[in-house]
């Protein structure tokens, strides 16, 4: 949500990850009540300072955006933002150890580039060449780094210790905050941050709609996106579900007891699983 | 027993067999991944056309929703597995209570969901299953230029009256696993009735946010 607001402050977001990790540290005695998120105290203050940002800056700049600029000229913007970013998708591609992939982000890259009108266009799209996903965050998960305790900070929003690693990668390399002079960076950074934001207002309605707790439900998401990201999915494939299960969460075994199947906390899904419960309760 | 009694109980029974029958070819089973196609296609058709629906009528969406989604779905099973561990402990009653509203919010959120609908395109990807599955994932791809495209991931069983829905994972969040963090924790707080209470204040909070006078029918 914020996280494109962020990305604009490339410079002043460094100190104040800074100042908001000496404050994570200071938060420590904070206890949450999930394992996954033991800094749940700090990280609902940071929240709630996100959420009164975006409603005084954030969603009013998006909405006018979305107002005032024809869907054609969004879609323009949205478009050549993506295409610059696809360079250093390409590179974690092949960092994570996927050439197949890389090979199609710098190819969307050649073709929008050039075909695309210096990627005004999304003509790769188009030609079957999906865009793919890829960060530095990612990247150190493939390698095999956990994501650490789940963390919000001020103007990037969701996060947790790994993608805040990949986050402060993802900006050192990134082509739009690396350009100079600076005014006229600036003016992208912000306009890019303000195209993002302005995608994401059917999102935040839908999470304001769906959500008993804002907060946990943003949290549960993030984890689960980002988890489903690196193990990547495949439909067609039933994975195990000891493959599944996070460390110290309870297998799903099919003599478990219905409390042992049911984690309080994040929980990956596993249809094998609910048919397993939904069995139980139907033979009642 | 008179001739005419006994046509009229042959009528009578006659018309229940039709009955059955007709319900029978209705409810035949029709392959998940084409029900989920032909569904979404409908809809997002019937969404693409309408003005009110474009200019923010929600409760029309949500009619639609109503009339055309909600038979495929299994708001009973949905239910249970977001509740986990804390389902077998509800008594009929609450089960029954809680169900119905899990479901109003759930239509609500598709619905909102539906009218933000623009001009993505779908790719539906076959499915591969066995005849004897009664357990599958039928993904469809929301392609966006720009962007990456966004999986829905229908989790689906094979239930007496056709194939329904048990679980949506949207770009790998599973919406009955998220919702069992919240619902835990409400139990935690104020045990099922409490969950209950915050979903029903919850609904009718949703509800009031409609503009009055925009129902369609």
């Given at each position: 949500?914020?996280?494109?607001t962020?990305r604009a ?6 100190r104040l ?6 404050a994570a540290?200071?938060g420590?005695?904070t206890?949450?009540?999930?394992p996954?998120d033991?800094f749940?105290?700090f990280n609902?203050s940071?929240y709630?300072f996100n ?6 800056i954030g969603?009013?700049v998006?909405?006018a ?6 869907s054609?000229?969004?879609?323009w913007v949205r478009n050549?933002?993506s ?8 590179v ?6 996927r050439?197949n992939?890389a090979?199609?982000?710098?190819a ?9 009108i210096?990627?005004?266009n999304?003509v790769?799209s188009?030609?079957?060449?999906e ?8 990247t150190?998960g ?20 790994r993608?805040?690693v990949?986050?402060?990668f993802d ?5 739009v905050?690396?350009?100079?002079p600076?005014?006229p960076r600036?003016?992208?950074?912000l306009?890019?941050a303000t195209s993002q934001?302005?995608?994401?207002l059917g999102?935040?309605r839908?999470l304001e709609e769906a959500?008993?707790?804002k907060?946990a439900?943003?949290?549960?998401a993030?984890?689960?996106?980002r988890?489903s ?19 110290g969460?309870?297998h ?5 007891s219905?409390q042992?199947?049911?984690?309080s906390?994040?929980?990956p899904?596993?249809p094998?699983?609910y048919q397993?419960?939904?069995a139980a309760?139907?033979?009642? | 027993?008179?001739?005419s009694k006994a ?11 039709l009955a059955v029958?007709?319900?029978a070819a209705g409810?035949?089973?029709?392959a998940?991944?084409a ?7 409908e809809?997002?058709?019937i969404?693409?056309?309408?003005r ?11 009619d639609l929703v109503?009339d055309?989604?909600?038979?495929h ?5 949905m239910?249970a ?6 389902w077998?402990k509800?008594?009929?009653?609450q ?6 509203e899990?479901?109003t919010l759930?239509?609500?959120?598709y ?8 001009d993505?395109r ?7 299953a ?16 720009g962007?990456?495209p ?11 009256g056709?194939?329904?829905v048990?679980?949506?994972v949207v770009g ?9 963090t ?5 139990v935690?707080?104020?045990g099922?009735?409490g969950?209950?209470?915050r ?8 509800a009031?946010?409609?503009p009055?006078?925009t129902?369609?029918?």
């Amino acid at each position: 949500m914020t996280a494109a607001t962020a990305r604009a402050r490339h410079g002043s977001a460094r100190r104040l990850l800074a100042v908001a990790a000496l404050a994570a540290l200071a938060g420590c005695a904070t206890t949450g009540r999930d394992p996954a998120d033991p800094f749940e105290g700090f990280n609902r203050s940071m929240y709630a300072f996100n959420e009164s940002f975006d409603k005084a800056i954030g969603k009013p700049v998006a909405t006018a955006y979305q107002d005032v600029v024809p869907s054609p000229a969004r879609g323009w913007v949205r478009n050549f933002f993506s295409n610059v970013a696809d360079l250093f998708i390409g590179v974690n591609n092949l960092l994570e150890g996927r050439p197949n992939s890389a090979v199609t982000s710098w190819a969307r890259f050649a073709f929008n580039s050039s075909f695309g009108i210096f990627g005004f266009n999304d003509v790769a799209s188009q030609m079957g060449l999906e865009k793919q996903h890829g960060d530095f965050g990612l990247t150190f998960g493939t390698w095999g780094a956990g994501t650490g305790p789940y963390l919000v900070w001020p103007l990037v929003g969701p996060s947790d210790v790994r993608d805040t690693v990949g986050t402060v990668f993802d900006w050192h390399f990134d082509p739009v905050s690396n350009h100079y002079p600076v005014a006229p960076r600036n003016a992208m950074i912000l306009l890019r941050a303000t195209s993002q934001r302005a995608d994401l207002l059917g999102a935040s309605r839908l999470l304001e709609e769906a959500a008993l707790d804002k907060y946990a439900f943003q949290r549960d998401a993030y984890l689960q996106r980002r988890r489903s990201l690196i193990e990547g999915d495949h439909p067609s494939r039933e994975k195990a579900p000891s493959s599944q299960a996070p460390a110290g969460a309870p297998h799903a075994s099919s003599d478990a007891s219905p409390q042992a199947r049911f984690s309080s906390v994040y929980e990956p899904r596993t249809p094998a699983n609910y048919q397993a419960v939904l069995a139980a309760e139907r033979a009642k | 027993m008179s001739l005419s009694k006994a046509l009229k109980r042959f009528a009578g029974a006659f018309a229940g067999l039709l009955a059955v029958c007709a319900a029978a070819a209705g409810a035949q089973m029709m392959a998940p991944d084409a029900l989920v196609k032909d569904v979404t296609l409908e809809v997002v058709g019937i969404v693409a056309k309408d003005r009110d629906i474009q200019s923010g009528n929600t409760q029309k969406v949500i009619d639609l929703v109503q009339d055309k989604v909600l038979p495929h779905f299994n708001f009973t099973d949905m239910t249970a597995l977001a509740v986990g561990q804390n389902w077998p402990k509800a008594s009929a009653e609450q089960k029954q209570r809680l169900t119905a509203e899990f479901r109003t919010l759930l239509v609500r959120t598709y619905a909102s969901a539906l009218a933000a609908y623009r001009d993505q395109r779908f790719e539906f990807v076959p499915l591969h299953a066995s005849p004897t599955d009664t357990d599958v994932t039928v993904r469809v791809k929301v392609l966006q230029s720009g962007a990456q495209p966004v999986t829905i991931d229908y989790a689906m069983e094979k239930m007496p009256g056709g194939w329904q829905v048990y679980d949506v994972v949207v770009g790998g969040v599973s919406l009955v696993s998220n919702y069992r963090t919240e619902f835990a924790n409400e139990v935690r707080d104020g045990g099922i009735d409490g969950l209950i209470r915050r979903l029903r204040a919850k609904n009718a909070r949703l509800a009031q946010q409609t503009p009055a006078g925009t129902g369609s029918k």
